[in-house]
């Protein structure tokens, strides 16, 4: 069983940047796949960022060049730096983990574990 548990989350302006941050518990950490979403009022949760065991990364075509994401093994740790926000990113970003890790990253049902979201909202 792994938790996890989001913080970083706020209210900027357009332009701004923001760090979220996601703790993860268990001594596991290294061997999953780790993934973050966002769900915005009233539409499904959807892809944003992932990072493998080994560090590839991917992204969503709209956060592609603002948002970068990256992980630190040794303190179970993974980061989303999003800079450049934009109204539209405006959302609860969610932190997610797979245990397999060969599954499409880009899908809600590939994940395991999640946390409880942190709200990032960005005025224009």
């Known amino acids: 069983q792994v938790q996890l548990v989001e913080s970083g989350g706020g209210l900027v302006q357009a332009g701004d940047s923001l760090r979220l941050s996601c703790a993860a518990s268990?001594?596991?950490?290294?061997?999953?796949?780790m993934g973050w979403f966002r769900q915005a009022p009233g539409k499904e949760r959807e892809f944003v960022a992932a990072?493998?065991?080994?560090?590839?990364?991917y992204y969503e075509d709209s956060v592609k060049g603002r948002f970068t994401i990256s992980r630190d093994n040794a303190r179970n740790t993974v980061s989303l730096q999003m800079n450049s926000l934009k109204p539209e990113d405006k959302s609860v970003y969610y932190c997610?983990?797979?245990?397999?890790?060969?599954?499409?990253?880009?899908?809600?049902?590939?994940?395991?574990?999640w946390g409880q979201g942190t709200q990032v909202t960005v005025s224009s």
């Open positions: 990072i493998t065991r080994t560090a590839n990364t």
């Open positions: 997610a983990a797979d245990r397999e890790g060969s599954r499409s990253f880009g899908i809600v049902a590939t994940y395991d574990y």
């Open positions: 268990g001594r596991t950490f290294s061997s999953y796949r």
